[in-house]
T-cell receptor, first 113, second 116 residues
Framework: QKEVEQDPGPLSVPEGAIVSLNCTYS??????FMWYRQYSRKGPELLMY????GNKEDGRFTAQVDKSSKYISLFIRDSQPSDSATYLC?????????????FGTGTKLQVIP | DTAVSQTPKYLVTQMGNDKSIKCEQN?????MYWYKQDSKKFLKIMFS???????INETVPNRFSPKSPDKAHLNLHINSLELGDSAVYFC???????????????FGEGSRLTVL
């Protein structure tokens, strides 16, 4: 079993839809949770960052972490064609310093105008 | 002004050759990384350096040798290239390491290696 599981998609939605992206994980030591966005032929860029459980909102993006269920989500409201990209969840454990970030396999999102 | 830059962006080479990828960051970060992304987009850490010191060394064939001449540079040399080495190699940096590290990474645009 992989430490981080993520549905690879592809996920295709119409412009303006609400998008829900999810990851599950098995390592209960994970404390830092991130979402990265990766456009085609580019490097991943940090989109959202959350420490421990709870919600965090930034514009059209909301990240949720439920540590009891080992489940994290990213919601995108009013999705735009420019949101079309691969979304990678990522997490690190904070143990012993020198964080090692573990990534999900990414979900490819296409927003259709 | 590019924060994390890698060269070359594309590499096409024959099996058995040796190649190097270079990375530089101008963010003033102490920690740098090499990640490998396979054809299924799975991103896996290979190495990490903190202020020129190797701190993470995952299970990677010893044909891969990283080198950090200073904290702003991290290079990757690959000997005796194999077909399975074909992937995109990403350099990344982070501001903090040790107990303060949170996992926020800044990535370069990647170096796409194709081994024929």
């Amino acid at each position: 079993q992989k430490e981080v599981e993520q549905d690879p998609g592809p996920l295709s939605v119409p412009e303006g839809a609400i998008v829900s992206l999810n990851c599950t994980y098995s390592n209960s030591a994970f404390q830092y949770f991130m979402w990265y966005r990766q456009y085609s032929r580019k490097g991943p860029e940090l989109l959202m960052y959350t420490y421990s459980s709870g919600n965090k909102e930034d514009g059209r993006f909301t990240a949720q972490v439920d540590k009891s269920s080992k489940y994290i989500s990213l919601f995108i409201r009013d999705s735009q064609p420019s949101d079309s990209a691969t979304y990678l969840c990522a997490m690190s454990d904070g143990e012993g310093g020198y964080q090692k970030v573990t990534f999900g396999t990414g979900t490819k999102l296409q927003v259709i105008p | 002004d590019t924060a994390v830059s890698q060269t070359p962006k594309y590499l096409v080479t024959q099996m058995g050759n040796d190649k190097s990828i270079k990375c530089e960051q101008n963010l003033g970060h102490d920690t740098m990384y090499w990640y490998k992304q396979d054809s299924k987009k799975f991103l896996k850490i290979m190495f990490s350096y903190n202020n020129k010191e190797l701190i993470i060394n995952e299970t990677v064939p010893n044909r891969f040798s990283p080198k950090s001449p200073d904290k702003a540079h991290l290079n990757l040399h690959i000997n005796s290239l194999e077909l399975g080495d074909s992937a995109v190699y990403f350099c990344a940096s982070s501001q903090k390491a040790g107990a303060e590290a949170t996992g926020e990474l800044f990535f370069g645009e990647g170096s796409r290696l194709t081994v024929l």
